[in-house]
T-cell receptor, first 109, second 113 residues
Framework: KNEVEQSPQNLTAQEGEFITINCSYS?????LHWLQQHPGGGIVSLFM???GKKKHGRLIATINIQEKHSSLHITASHPRDSAVYIC???????????FGQGTRLTINP | NAGVTQTPKFRILKIGQSMTLQCAQD?????MYWYRQDPGMGLKLIYY???????DKGEVPNGYNVSRSTTEDFPLRLELAAPSQTSVYFC????????????FGDGTRLSIL
């Protein structure tokens, strides 16, 4: 079993829908990261959080440390949100990240 | 702001050839990483470095070598390329403070035929 599991693996929705992507992990972490990878391949960091909730524009990330679970929400989704969203965790005491397999999101106009 | 620069962007190698993937960052980051991304799989750590002169193996180091002679550069060397090394390679860097985000390069798409 992978240390970081994301669901769903693929998600297709219509423009305007509310999107939720989930991430569960099985190890002690120092922080959880959400990353976005566009079709061109570049990877950018969206959020880094160790507790509670963060919001940036239409994106919201939450984490429940006790349940070892995080969610990424997108409100009023748009075709330009189409990308692969990657969850990664920083392992406690280590200098590296462990990555989920990614969720491929497609928003249709 | 250049950030993390990877070269080349694309390369085709024949089995048994060798090459070096270049990675440079201009943010004075101590930590640098090399990952490979295979289709449908998460990023896998090949090697990482916490500073000049210090490198360590990640999850999938076999068939690769690295060096870190300066803070800015972290080249990845493939010796005796094999088809299993066909992948997209990403370099990343971050500040040494705990829980800093990683900054990624645009990737190198490598095919071994």
């Amino acid at each position: 079993k992978n240390e970081v599991e994301q669901s769903p693996q693929n998600l297709t929705a219509q423009e305007g829908e509310f999107i939720t992507i989930n991430c569960s992990y099985s190890v002690g972490i120092s922080a959880l990261h959400w990353l976005q990878q566009h079709p061109g391949g570049g990877i950018v960091s969206l959020f880094m959080l160790s507790s509670g909730k963060k919001k940036h524009g239409r994106l919201i990330a939450t984490i429940n440390i006790q349940e070892k679970h995080s969610s990424l929400h997108i409100t009023a989704s748009h075709p330009r949100d189409s990308a692969v969203y990657i969850c990664a965790v920083g392992i406690q005491g280590a200098q590296k990240l462990v990555f989920g397999q990614g969720t491929r999101l497609t928003i249709n106009p | 702001n250049a950030g993390v620069t990877q070269t080349p962007k694309f390369r085709i190698l024949k089995i048994g050839q060798s090459m070096t993937l270049q990675c440079a960052q201009d943010m004075n980051h101590n930590y640098m990483y090399w990952y490979r991304q295979d289709p449908g799989m998460g990023l896998k750590l090949i090697y990482y470095s916490v500073g000049a002169g210090i490198t360590d193996k990640g999850e999938v180091p076999n068939g690769y070598n690295v060096s870190r002679s300066t803070t800015e550069d972290f080249p990845l060397r493939l010796e005796l390329a094999a088809p299993s090394q066909t992948s997209v390679y990403f370099c990343a860097s971050r500040r040494h403070d705990s829980n800093q985000p990683q900054h990624f390069g645009d990737g190198t798409r490598l095919s071994i035929l």
